[in-house]
T-cell receptor, first 114, second 111 residues
Framework: NAGVMQNPRHLVRRRGQEARLRCSPM?????VYWYRQLPEEGLKFMVY????????ESGMPKERFSAEFPKEGPSILRIQQVVRGDSAAYFC????????????FGPGTRLTVT | QQQVKQSPQSLIVQKGGISIINCAYE??????FPWYQQFPGKGPALLIA?????SEKKEGRFTISFNKSAKQFSLHIMDSQPGDSATYFC??????????FGRGTQLTVWP
């Protein structure tokens, strides 16, 4: 039973470029959460999605960031016009269809903006 | 405002000793309290979790103690091993589903 998968694992972008981070939840999970981890800090919630629905985006910066979880395919976190401050590890977590509390995390995507 | 406060920031324990990490929260609507273990370069791994109607939960060498009236919970690692050296995060879940994390405790277990 494969765990949560994220790709790419490492992503380098120059300032002003776009970053696309992908997350495939565990089999049978239809709830996806994105978190960001800055160096020496805990994880900060960004957005919670179900298939084709954004449930809670209260942690997303108002500009340049967007997320989707289409009917088919992985969840995508998109960052437009990246800036140095976007450099962080981005983690995706998933939980089961029934909305159980357990969230299982992927290995993360480490974004570096040069 | 930090919804979940975690201490200490770092902890050094001798092999075989007990590691204790503490967390406090403000929002009484939180309904689930997990602990995660994270190794460098990896994602957080769910270690153990508790609901507020239970005062203690034990799984192997890991125990969560939960004090609802004080709004505090703690992780105890018995017989700590060098392989336990990692960063530990406590968290609290809101009714909507998001997790609020503490800032983490870097545990080092000396052989």
């Amino acid at each position: 039973n494969a765990g949560v998968m994220q790709n790419p694992r490492h992503l380098v972008r120059r300032r002003g470029q776009e970053a696309r981070l992908r997350c495939s939840p565990m089999k049978g999970h239809s709830h996806v959460y994105w978190y960001r981890q800055l160096p020496e800090e805990g994880l900060k919630f960004m957005v919670y999605l179900q298939k084709e629905n954004i449930i809670d985006e209260s942690g997303m910066p108002k500009e340049r960031f967007s997320a989707e979880f289409p009917k088919e395919g992985p969840s995508i976190l998109r960052i437009q016009q990246v800036v140095r401050g976007d450099s962080a590890a981005y983690f995706c977590a998933s939980s089961p269809v029934t909305g159980e509390s357990e969230q299982y995390f992927g290995p993360g995507t480490r974004l570096t903006v040069t | 405002q930090q919804q979940v406060k975690q201490s200490p920031q770092s902890l050094i324990v001798q092999k075989g000793g007990i590691s204790i990490i503490n967390c406090a929260y403000e929002n009484t609507a939180f309904d689930y309290f997990p602990w995660y273990q994270q190794f460098p370069g990896k994602g957080p791994a769910l270690l153990i979790a508790i609901r507020p109607d239970v005062s203690e939960k034990k799984e192997g060498r890991f125990t969560i103690s939960f004090n609802k009236s004080a709004k505090q919970f703690s992780l105890h690692i018995m017989d700590s091993q060098p392989g336990d050296s990692a960063t530990y995060f406590c968290a609290a879940k809101s009714a909507l589903g998001r997790l609020y994390f503490g800032r983490g405790t870097q545990l080092t277990v000396w052989p």
